[in-house]
Nanobody, 119 residues
Framework: QVQLVESGGGLVQAGGSLRLSCAAS????????MAWFRQAPGKQREWVAG???????NYAQAVKGRFTISRDNAKNTVYLQMNSLKLEDTAVYYC?????????????WGQGTQVTVSS
């Protein structure tokens, strides 16, 4: 069974840092694009950052310059380094990945990890 397991969330003061991890496990032939999304209370889920299989990265304007997405292809893991955290970064963070264990790629989601930024 293929799944994404996240870790690294928690409570941090404004200006602090956190590092999220998301590991894909199961029968995986290959991993394509990976990304992080977040959902704050009362808001829709929004895209935060993405990284291609070749390492090309993109960021939402709200996090550009503060967050860094990276991946370890050997471990099928994606990371999100979050620096200079702001109150408005408080949300449940979800990883997303396109995984192939047969002929086709399918979208998978992690269970979410809470990030709370306090003043």
């Amino acid at each position: 069974q293929v799944q994404l397991v996240e870790s690294g969330g928690g409570l941090v003061q404004a200006g602090g840092s956190l590092r999220l991890s998301c590991a894909a496990s199961g029968s995986i032939a290959s991993v394509n694009n990976m990304a992080w999304f977040r959902q704050a209370p009362g808001k829709q889920r929004e895209w935060v950052a993405g990284i291609s299989s070749g390492g090309t990265t993109n960021y939402a304007q709200a996090v550009k310059g503060r967050f860094t997405i990276s991946r370890d292809n050997a471990k099928n893991t994606v990371y999100l380094q979050m620096n200079s955290l702001k109150l408005e970064d408080t949300a449940v963070y979800y990883c997303n990945a396109q995984l192939r264990n047969g002929l086709y790629y399918y979208d998978y989601w992690g269970q979410g990890t809470q990030v709370t930024v306090s003043s």
